[in-house]
């Protein structure tokens, strides 16, 4: 099982950047791949975005394209989303998942929650209009 933790999320205005990171602890030996979601009271929780842990290859959301980054760094078992340009429509718990196995990844099915194995408590973030 692997543990995760987020953190940077708070309030921001419209327009603003925050950055999210997850670390991850315990059996991250396996780790295949990564990726955020982010849920509002009432709904599913939505794919953000996605990262192969080997290749670095990416996917995201269409509503999240060209203003989110994801990326991870290797050595220190963490994921970041970098979040530009803000709007109040992005407000939601950030949730970040791991997805552990062998195999080769296919970045583009990684939108799904089911193919996660291991979740973080989510960290809230606000854009305020």
């Known amino acids: 099982q692997v543990q995760l933790v987020e953190s940077g999320g708070g309030l921001v205005q419209t327009g603003g950047s925050l950055r999210l990171s997850c670390a991850a602890s315990?059996?991250?030996?396996?780790?295949?791949?990564m990726g955020w979601f982010r849920q509002t009271p009432g709904k599913d929780r939505e794919f953000v975005a996605a990262i192969s842990w080997s290749g670095g290859s990416t996917n995201y959301a269409d509503s999240v394209k060209g203003r989110f980054t994801i990326s991870r760094d290797a050595a220190k078992n963490t994921v970041y989303l970098q979040m530009n340009s803000l709007k109040p429509e992005d407000t939601a718990v950030y949730y970040c998942a791991c997805r552990r196995g062998v195999g080769y990844v296919v970045i583009s099915v990684y939108d799904r929650s089911e193919k996660y194995n291991d979740w973080g408590q989510g960290t809230q973030v606000t854009v305020s209009s």
């Open positions: 315990g059996r991250t030996f396996n780790t295949l791949a």
